[in-house]
């Protein structure tokens, strides 16, 4: 059982139409590592109590000859900003403690339907505001390379379970950063699809502009097969691009196989200041760019001079849009309900239940954004943001007419320790500089590991970015570096994960 859960998602599928494996044994695998390590990990929130019966019947379909979906039988974690309803969707809030949701989000409801097999809901900072998971009302999520530390955020417990071998699969969200940074920190693979390529529909809004649903796993094949299922137009939401897209499984194992760094014109930005990084990180990603270059690479410098303000345009934009998002969590239709006292009236109730159900930073955002949108402010701060938002996305047109893709740090140092930067939002906030520019222009950009910090270990990712609508592009590159770098180092990163080991883990 040991040897399943360290299997990448293709080869756990492969094996899975072959026969030599069923879902049952799989999922079951799955549930007996939660059981042994979520205690000191603790990524999820909630795990599924009929995971095994939905096994169950994949074999039952299996054995009975029926067409099913490639990754039929494997085992998927969902961020809990996605509503299920056979499992409780919080988005990591008191306010929504216990919440069932009638519905299933539409990436659920596509997981089912190929075959997938959800085990749980996994830990998120409290409405996905956050880049530690320290902000979750149901306490932190541990990155799984050292307790200590955090697996980031907002998605750092899908991307920990994966880490952990809890899963081999996990739906993520990013709406600033929070599928690729937490990947940077834990050694993972995660994609942010261009904006409208995945659908939002039962996705927990928190900014609705900016938010993107997306694949969390630990290679970059994994990552498109997820795609694969996930991906494509949906009428429920309005937001969702009515077009045909491309295998994005089959753009990684091209990359993989075929001689695509030949040639590619690879940006780096001349903005982005070498000093403001942790010197692990930035060598980790002098050495991949070297390694690309070794494969045919033209390394180009680029300009981009607005990216400098994409921080504080973002920390406009995202609050203005999570006060409006968030003004439904009102006592009155559904979750948390506070009665202050006997003859409450319904102000009341608002404010008691709102006070008690948001955490700290949920309400410092509502307050930001409140002011940013109240009369008289409102062409000072938001009108403003979405001005350098705009010549942020022109600076990603200039750039994409000179390189095919652009390549950045995935985060600028590797995972700090739980508490450090909690007291401090501004520099929580930092952390994703290097992230918000493509949530803000709508573009992609994955995250694939890079090395580790020669300092301390621990794991570094680095960011690739591409042009609307070229996630295919991303596959493909994702790819290729990732199979050369797994050559070096003679196997995949998360088998130098030290911590888990003592309790027949990582390791």
């Given at each position: 059982?040991?040897?399943?859960?360290?299997?990448?998602?293709?080869?756990?599928?492969?094996?899975?139409?072959?026969?030599?494996?069923?879902?049952?044994?799989?999922?079951?695998?799955?549930?007996?590592?939660?059981?042994?390590?979520?205690?000191?990990?603790?990524?999820?929130?909630?795990?599924?109590?009929?995971?095994?019966?939905?096994?169950?019947?994949?074999?039952?379909?299996?054995?009975?000859?029926?067409?099913?979906?490639?990754?039929?039988?494997?085992?998927?974690?969902?961020k809990d900003v996605l509503v299920t309803t056979d499992m409780p969707s919080t988005s990591g809030s008191k306010i929504l403690e216990g919440y069932m949701s009638p519905f299933d989000a539409t990436v659920v409801a596509r997981s089912r339907?190929?075959?997938?097999?959800?085990?749980?809901?996994?830990?998120?900072?409290?409405?996905?505001?956050?880049?530690?998971?320290?902000?979750?009302?149901?306490?932190?999520?541990?990155?799984?390379?050292?307790?200590?530390?955090?697996?980031?955020?907002?998605?750092?417990?899908?991307?920990?379970?994966?880490?952990?071998?809890?899963?081999?699969?996990?739906?993520?969200?990013?709406?600033?950063?929070?599928?690729?940074?937490?990947?940077?920190?834990?050694?993972?693979?995660?994609?942010?699809?261009?904006?409208?390529?995945?659908?939002?529909?039962?996705?927990?809004?928190?900014?609705?502009?900016?938010?993107?649903?997306?694949?969390?796993?630990?290679?970059?094949?994994?990552?498109?097969?997820?795609?694969?299922?996930?991906?494509?137009?949906?009428?429920?939401?309005?937001?969702?691009?009515?077009?045909?897209?491309?295998?994005?499984?089959?753009?990684?194992?091209?990359?993989?196989?075929?001689?695509?760094?030949?040639?590619?014109?690879?940006?780096?930005?001349?903005?982005?200041?070498?000093?403001?990084?942790?010197?692990?990180?930035?060598?980790?990603?002098?050495?991949?760019?070297?390694?690309?270059?070794?494969?045919?690479?033209?390394?180009?410098?680029?300009?981009?001079?607005?990216?400098?303000?994409?921080?504080?345009?973002?920390?406009?934009?995202?609050?203005?849009?999570?006060?409006?998002?968030?003004?439904?969590?009102?006592?009155?239709?559904?979750?948390?309900?506070?009665?202050?006292?006997?003859?409450?009236?319904?102000?009341?109730?608002?404010?008691?239940?709102?006070?008690?159900?948001?955490?700290?930073?949920?309400?410092?955002?509502?307050?930001?954004?409140?002011?940013?949108?109240?009369?008289?402010?409102?062409?000072?701060?938001?009108?403003?943001?979405?001005?350098?938002?705009?010549?942020?996305?022109?600076?990603?047109?200039?750039?994409?007419?000179?390189?095919?893709?652009?390549?950045?740090?995935?985060?600028?140092?590797?995972?700090?320790?739980?508490?450090?930067?909690?007291?401090?939002?501004?520099?929580?906030?930092?952390?994703?500089?290097?992230?918000?520019?493509?949530?803000?222009?709508?573009?992609?950009?994955?995250?694939?590991?890079?090395?580790?910090?020669?300092?301390?270990?621990?794991?570094?990712?680095?960011?690739?970015?591409?042009?609307?609508?070229?996630?295919?592009?991303?596959?493909?590159?994702?790819?290729?570096?990732?199979?050369?770098?797994?050559?070096?180092?003679?196997?995949?990163?998360?088998?130098?994960?030290?911590?888990?080991?003592?309790?027949?883990?990582?390791?």
């Amino acid at each position: 059982m040991t040897d399943l859960i360290r299997l990448s998602a293709a080869a756990l599928a492969d094996k899975l139409a072959a026969g030599e494996v069923s879902s049952v044994e799989a999922t079951r695998a799955h549930l007996d590592r939660i059981a042994d390590v979520d205690g000191d990990v603790h990524a999820f929130l909630h795990v599924s109590a009929n995971a095994l019966d939905v096994a169950a019947d994949i074999d039952r379909r299996r054995a009975a000859g029926e067409a099913l979906g490639v990754l039929a039988g494997v085992p998927l974690a969902i961020k809990d900003v996605l509503v299920t309803t056979d499992m409780p969707s919080t988005s990591g809030s008191k306010i929504l403690e216990g919440y069932m949701s009638p519905f299933d989000a539409t990436v659920v409801a596509r997981s089912r339907a190929a075959g997938l097999v959800p085990l749980g809901k996994t830990n998120m900072d409290e409405f996905a505001m956050g880049s530690s998971t320290e902000h979750s009302a149901y306490g932190p999520t541990h990155n799984p390379w050292d307790f200590d530390r955090i697996p980031g955020g907002s998605g750092g417990g899908s991307a920990a379970a994966v880490a952990a071998f809890e899963a081999p699969l996990a739906l993520g969200s990013d709406t600033g950063g929070s599928i690729r940074q937490p990947a940077h920190v834990t050694g993972t693979v995660g994609l942010k699809p261009t904006y409208g390529g995945v659908s939002r529909y039962g996705a927990i809004a928190l900014a609705s502009s900016l938010d993107q649903v997306g694949p969390v796993t630990r290679t970059v094949l994994d990552a498109g097969l997820l795609h694969d299922v996930i991906g494509g137009h949906d009428p429920h939401d309005s937001t969702s691009l009515a077009e045909a897209w491309p295998s994005f499984a089959e753009a990684a194992r091209e990359g993989a196989r075929g001689d695509v760094l030949k040639g590619l014109r690879l940006g780096v930005i001349s903005e982005l200041p070498d000093s403001g990084f942790q010197p692990g990180v930035s060598a980790s990603f002098r050495s991949a760019l070297a390694v690309m270059e070794a494969h045919g690479a033209e390394i180009v410098e680029i300009s981009a001079p607005h990216f400098e303000y994409g921080v504080a345009a973002y920390y406009l934009v995202l609050p203005a849009e999570a006060s409006s998002n968030l003004a439904k969590f009102d006592s009155v239709r559904f979750g948390l309900r506070v009665m202050p006292h006997a003859n409450a009236t319904v102000e009341d109730v608002m404010a008691a239940t709102r006070d008690a159900g948001f955490g700290d930073e949920v309400k410092r955002r509502i307050i930001l954004g409140t002011y940013a949108l109240s009369a008289g402010y409102y062409d000072a701060y938001y009108g403003s943001a979405q001005k350098v938002r705009t010549l942020i996305q022109r600076d990603f047109d200039a750039a994409f007419t000179q390189v095919d893709v652009i390549a950045t740090p995935s985060a600028p140092t590797t995972a700090f320790r739980l508490g450090e930067k909690i007291d401090d939002p501004l520099q929580m906030y930092l952390n994703d500089v290097t992230t918000i520019p493509a949530n803000l222009a709508g573009v992609p950009g994955i995250s694939i590991p890079s090395g580790l910090a020669e300092e301390d270990g621990l794991p570094v990712g680095i960011q690739f970015l591409a042009p609307a609508r070229e996630d295919a592009r991303l596959y493909r590159v994702g790819a290729a570096l990732e199979a050369a770098l797994v050559d070096s180092w003679g196997g995949p990163l998360l088998d130098r994960a030290p911590v888990l080991g003592a309790k027949g883990g990582v390791r």
